[in-house]
């Protein structure tokens, strides 16, 4: 050799390239496979469980529950709830459904 640099990578800086090459294909192909499966698992149609102006029944509200949401804690507790009259709820529409208790001869919604 005349000390000139071969025209041909050295080992080294070729197993860097083929690292590089590894990595950004490791990363595009999770990529993908986390998008399609995001995408297959949603519903094609929402569901729901009653029309408006149908009484539902206990067997369709089952039906309709779907896993997921955030995990075990994922939610925080509700220490002090804070209640309002029916006639003073603004935020719902007369024709939303609530979920009732009776206890105690208390109602609550």
Known sequence: MTGQQSP???RR???KGAGVIGAATFLLVGGVVIGWQALSDR???PV???????????EALA???VSGGPGKDGIPSVDRPRFVQARD???LADDEP???LEYRGE???
Request: no cysteine; charged share 20%.
């Open 48 to 58: 729901t469980a009653v029309q408006t102006g149908e009484n539902p029944s206990l």
């Open 43 to 45: 519903p094609s149609e």
């Open 8 to 10: 041909r990578p050295r």
């Open 107 to 109: 109602v609550r919604a």
């Open 63 to 65: 039906a309709a529950a």
């Open 13 to 15: 800086q070729a197993i």
């Open 98 to 100: 609530v979920f009732g």
């Open 89 to 91: 709820a603004d935020f």
